[in-house]
């Protein structure tokens, strides 16, 4: 089945750096999602990509993917105390439905 | 919006007995999907609906568990009897999809935090 596997599974960073979270997949894809989760919360949709798109910002994020290799990464620059949370990618399966991987944690200190 | 709206957030209950969590969806979303998430597992898809129908339960892990969506508007999910196995975030989240497809972001609840003893 069709699912998504971050890479590394914690990261801790300095308030300022950049983070880099990878994902790779099983099956080819229309479009792949990341997400955050905040501690104790329910998860926030970030990006999406679409499978005929290479790379994607919003703001501080940033997303590539790599259709040939079946990989996605997640870049997030300068970052910041408030990003320290849990994100997933999420690719789709038969249906309406999302598979999401395990995640990578981040820890952002000051 | 209010957003996803799930209830009880916490629920603490003895083994054997039901639980019954309960969902709001986005008003106008036409997809709704239960998930479960613990540290073992990560974030399980138990059952999702389409325009209130139920499209795939193969994520509902034994007849103990059943979810119904009578109208757009509500959700339950239900574990009867429930076992100290089922302890766990439960998580609703909804969408608006067309095509069939899921090229569209889901909108996640604050999650139900199930203690079963």
């Known amino acids: 089945s069709q699912q998504g596997e971050e890479d590394p599974q914690a990261l801790s960073i300095q308030e300022g750096e950049n983070a880099t979270m990878n994902c790779s997949y099983k099956?080819?894809?229309?479009?792949l999602q990341w997400y955050r989760q905040n501690s104790g919360r329910g998860l926030v949709h970030l990006i999406l990509?679409?499978?005929?798109?290479r790379e994607k910002h919003s703001g501080r994020l940033r997303v590539t993917l790599d259709t040939s290799k079946k990989s996605s990464s997640l870049l997030i620059t300068a970052s910041r105390a408030a990003d320290t949370a849990s994100y997933f990618c999420?690719?789709?399966?038969?249906?309406?439905?999302?598979?999401f991987g395990k995640g990578t944690t981040l820890s952002v200190s000051s | 919006d209010a957003g996803v709206i799930q209830s009880p957030r916490h629920e603490v209950t003895e083994m054997g007995q039901e639980v019954t969590l309960r969902c709001k969806p986005i008003?106008?979303?036409?997809?709704l999907f239960w998930y479960r998430q613990t540290m073992m597992r990560g974030l399980e898809l138990l059952i999702y609906?389409?325009?209130?129908?139920?499209?795939?339960d193969s994520g509902m892990p034994e007849d103990r568990f059943s979810a119904k969506m009578p109208n757009a508007s509500f959700s339950t999910l239900k574990i009867q009897p429930s076992e100290p196995r089922d302890s766990a975030v439960y998580f609703c989240?909804?969408?608006?999809?067309?095509?069939?497809?899921?090229?569209?972001?889901?909108?996640f609840g604050p999650g139900t935090r199930l203690t079963v003893t």
């Open positions: 099956t080819s894809i229309n479009n």
């Open positions: 990509i679409r499978s005929n798109e």
């Open positions: 999420a690719t789709p399966r038969a249906g309406t439905a999302l598979i």
């Open positions: 609906f389409n325009n209130n129908v139920p499209i795939d």
């Open positions: 008003s106008g979303h036409n997809s």
């Open positions: 989240a909804s969408s608006l999809s067309s095509g069939g497809i899921s090229s569209y972001e889901q909108y």
